[in-house]
T-cell receptor, first 118, second 114 residues
Framework: AQTVTQSQPEMSVQEAETVTLSCTYD???????LFWYKQPPSRQMILVIR??????QNATENRFSVNFQKAAKSFSLKISDSQLGDTAMYFC???????????????FGKGTKLSVIP | DAGVTQSPTHLIKTRGQHVTLRCSPI?????VSWYQQVLGQGPQFIFQ???????GRGNFPDRFSARQFPNYSSELNVNALLLGDSALYLC?????????????FGDGTRLSIL
């Protein structure tokens, strides 16, 4: 079974600064997908960024980028130029690339609560 | 296009009762998944349905059941409610049942058990 660990329950960052959220995972598989989801107080889980394990290049989406270290099983999220709207819970999630029955499920970490301070 | 819609938004029940939660996926999406998110935790996978068939089930008791209809909407049923069932129930949809397509989540149903 896969596990996802987020070791930072809470973090804060000044507006316009950069912050990095940590995530480690455990799996015996070689091909999989990793995600960062954002959950603001409005409750909706919003996809921030996705990484495919077979791609060595780190994914980027505007101000969001990841540092994917496959050997270390580490998947951190960097938010540049932090904005007040980035205040939310951030969840790291894992999904196998195996296409068999029961494979299409996300395994989430416990989340990191990020507060952006004006 | 409308996103994933869930109803009701909030529900209050007492122990032992039964509850039905509903989800309408994004138009064109055939896969629906259900997750339970207890306060302070990440979501936990409950079920996945694709083309009206159950494709995956998480580690939840038989009190939890679900189904998917021909229009791809879905219901999650929970019988004999316990205090521990209090949680945010999230529905997610995607076009297929394969991993490359990200899951799109609804706003959830907040279930409170008294």
């Amino acid at each position: 079974a896969q596990t996802v660990t987020q070791s930072q329950p809470e973090m804060s960052v000044q507006e316009a600064e950069t912050v990095t959220l940590s995530c480690t995972y455990d799996t015996s598989e070689s091909n999989y997908y990793l995600f960062w989801y954002k959950q603001p107080p409005s409750r909706q889980m919003i996809l921030v960024i996705r990484q495919e394990a077979y791609k060595q290049q780190n994914a980027t989406e505007n101000r969001f980028s990841v540092n994917f270290q496959k050997a270390a099983k580490s998947f951190s999220l960097k938010i540049s130029d932090s904005q007040l709207g980035d205040t939310a819970m951030y969840f790291c999630a894992f999904m196998t690339a195996y296409s068999g029955a029961g494979s299409y499920q996300l395994t989430f970490g416990k989340g990191t609560k990020l507060s952006v301070i004006p | 296009d409308a996103g994933v819609t869930q109803s009701p938004t909030h529900l209050i029940k007492t122990r032992g009762q039964h509850v039905t939660l509903r989800c309408s996926p994004i138009s064109g999406h055939k896969s629906v998944s259900w997750y339970q998110q207890v306060l302070g935790q990440g979501p936990q996978f409950i079920f996945q349905y694709y083309e009206k068939e159950e494709r995956g089930r998480g580690n939840f008791p038989d009190r939890f059941s679900a189904r998917q209809f021909p229009n791809y909407s879905s219901e999650l049923n929970v019988n004999a409610l316990l205090l521990g069932d209090s949680a945010l129930y999230l529905c997610a949809s995607s076009p297929k049942d394969r991993g490359r397509e990200p899951q799109h989540f609804g706003d959830g149903t907040r279930l409170s058990i008294l």
